[in-house]
């Protein structure tokens, strides 16, 4: 548990019809909701209404399944690109947090840094940006001849990536703008300190035309679990988001992390952990399983199984049996950690290739909670006071039904905890988080 | 009809503008953008133009005329608050990669149910690259056809497989698979704008819907836009597939004598070698000698309007809204009203036909 505060930290983790990969077809459903504006701005609203930390868009700059046939099965093949649809929320809120995935794989530090420098201004310091690394094949064709990289060649980018990023933010002071016109000084150079990067994968040289954030910089989120992740992590993120199935295994992501901190001068308060949760909310149990099953008889079998395998970064499991055992696993180019939680999971409970789809498809790897608002709350609780979770990024599996529920059932549940705010503490995204302002670097 | 656009900018676009008695504190700040747009909306404008201050870089000062905000997140902002005008936001092609930006445009378009431009700043290393990259960029917004989607909750079908196109391009510059993970918008697709400039020209020629003539002087904008005409025919194009629109600076006064005034006020404030290249023609009077001279220029059939580049902001653009527009509704130059819901139909720009599949 966190303490300086003893509140856990809530994001909405929004997508367009919802987080289960059938959602768009649950009879509830907005289909369309993937091109719909009001959709986001509603949900956001929504989230902001409940005192939320924050919204939160994934990304990827691709298709992502390669068979049209499959691809045109799922509602997630197109989306909004999540930074404009990011700027199209800042000016229709005005507390909550706005995160969105990018990738340092294919963006180039400059541009990529100015764009959520510019989100931090439009939103009055409520821009956060997830870093990722792209381990798609299908990102690496819409980019380069040369194919995926490997690993540990993307996360040497993402480093001088993300000090690119940092040193470029830092760049312009508070209050740079001096605007004397009298004296004819429009921007103080004292306070301009120009980049001038030379490294292996860029060189940077200059100032953003932004000037320093109101929560002094753009909230740094990541969610990379193989070592070298953790290790960025604990360097420069404020916020990782993690997967962990079971309390044990979120305990033991937690300790890691957070020890890893003081190497690099940093105190436990200083980042928070948010591991995903999907919360299926029903009046009584029976209800909130019933809901479950309604989603899960949507998954068709061969969508489910594609989306375990791309889980897997392996290229097909249609040749293994669907009600047999995962195969054994090569290590993998694509997210390690990810492909050994699904091994674990399976093993542990023995299930099938076809129960491991299903399973993964619902939640996309992510722990789920089937029941009342109550037994929702103690699981989250026992997370939260076992130090397991600083707070929790909220993936409902349908929108905007599965929102509504979290927010009017179980969200006052953990208020009567004492467990999660009455109203927001600050007006950035850091001060809600309990995070101290950013010195320059 | 007269095509109107308005070029935004923080303190107006002459160059001391930011110096000038009455200049706004409030200029940085997003809602000054936001009430600029609304006020060239409520006048019926065809579109908002975003600049980019730094789409030449590295910059190591912040000159005068720098904003906080980077133009297509700009946009996206400004088109949730302002839902019937067209937004142009320029983006340097060597500052984006080529999938981000054509994602990025795709999906302001949908934001704005179709009313989203591209200005090109086209800062590639080589004019083969930058016109392949437009060209690449222009084909992944075709990469659905209007009616792939289908929503099919029964049959479990989104969208139909058939209406995806994967463009599987591998080209000189780029190698790019596709498709473009947006779906297309009310408008088919962004349009595409540049500036002309002896540099441009055969791009703009070749890509652009919409062109920007910059010069200070009628005589340069008429060599220029003769010029397109001559290759965008070579090119199997026609005059009247695209927009050409001259860029005005208007000093708009009750009497001339006062719209005199504020000019020679305005420059009197120029710090010495600050000027920049002069961004297009001064016209100074009364609302009645702005609109002679935008009707004149109209009439001798050069160009199809205008983007009007305020000098001093708030008040250059209302005046130019709440005097020269009605001026123009009078003399039956300009629409009273919205006609259409996207920037195509604003700039009467037929919607583009989608290449036929292979």
Known sequence: ?441 | MMHLGVSLSPFGHHPAAWRAKDATPRALEVGHFVAQAQKAQDAALDFVFLADAQARRPQTELPPQTVPFEPTTLAAALATLARRIGFVATAASAQHELYNLARRFASLDLISQGRVGWNVVASGPTAAWNAEYVAVVSALWDSWDDDAFVYDKTAGRFFVPQKMHVLDHRGEHFTVRGPLNVNPSPQGKPIIAQALTGETIAMAAHSADLMFVTGASHEEGGALVAEVRQLLESQGRKRSDVRALANIIPWIGATRAQARDRFEELNALSLPGSAPAQQGRDVIGTAADIADALQESFERGEVDGFTILPPVEPAGLDAFVDVVVPELRRRGLFRARYEGTTLRDHLALDRPRRPIAT
């Open chain 1, 1 to 441: 548990m966190n303490s300086d505060s003893a509140k856990m930290k809530l994001g909405a983790f929004l997508m367009a019809g919802g987080h289960h990969i059938a959602a768009w077809r649950h009879p509830d459903a907005h289909a369309r909701a993937g091109v719909d504006l009001e959709h986001f701005i509603a949900l956001t609203q929504l989230a902001e209404r409940a005192q939320m930390d924050m919204v939160f868009f994934e990304d990827a700059a691709a298709l992502r399944e390669r068979d049209p046939r499959l691809a045109s099965q799922a509602a997630r093949s197109t989306s909004f690109e999540p930074l404009s649809l990011l700027a199209a929320l800042a000016v229709n809120t005005s507390r909550i947090g706005l995160v969105a995935t990018a990738s340092t794989t294919y963006n180039e530090p400059y541009g990529l840094a100015r764009t959520f420098a510019s989100l931090d201004q439009l939103s009055g310091g409520r821009a956060g940006w997830n870093l990722v690394t792209s381990a798609s094949e299908l990102e690496a064709e819409n980019f380069v001849s040369s194919g995926l990289r490997p690993h540990a060649e993307r996360y040497a980018r993402a480093e001088e990536f993300a000090n690119v990023a940092l040193a470029l933010w830092d760049g312009v002071d508070t209050g740079a703008y001096l605007l004397d016109g009298k004296r004819g000084v429009y921007a103080d150079p004292a306070k301009l300190h120009p980049v001038d990067h030379h490294g292996t994968h860029f060189t940077v040289q200059g100032l953003l035309d932004s000037q320093r954030s109101p929560q002094g910089r753009p909230l740094m989120v990541q969610a990379g679990a193989s070592d070298v992740g953790k290790d960025l992590a604990a360097r420069t993120a404020d916020v990782v988001f993690s997967a962990a199935q079971t309390l044990a295994e979120a305990q033991a992501f937690y300790a890691d992390l957070k020890a890893r901190l003081p190497k690099f001068g940093r105190g436990p308060d200083d980042l928070k952990i948010m591991p995903g949760v999907s919360p299926i909310v029903g009046s009584t149990t029976r209800e909130a399983r019933a809901k479950y099953d309604a989603l899960q008889d949507l998954i068709p079998d061969e969508v489910g199984v594609a989306l375990l395998a791309s889980y897997l970064s392996i290229k097909n499991l249609s040749a293994y049996p669907l009600d047999g055992p995962l195969p054994d696993m090569p290590p993998t180019a694509g997210i390690q950690s990810r492909q050994q939680l699904i091994i674990d999971l399976g093993r542990r409970e023995n299930l099938s290739i076809r129960q491991l789809a299903r399973h993964f498809a619902g939640a996309r790897g992510h722990w789920q909670l089937i029941g009342t608002p109550s037994h929702i709350a103690d699981e989250m609780e026992a997370r939260f006071c076992g130090s397991g979770a600083d707070g929790f990024n909220i993936m409902p599996p349908l929108f905007p039904g599965g929102l509504e529920d979290f927010v009017t059932l179980v969200i006052p549940e953990l208020r009567r905890r004492g467990l999660f705010r009455e109203r927001y503490e600050g007006a950035t995204l850091r001060e809600n988080l309990g995070l101290s302002p950013p010195t320059r670097r």
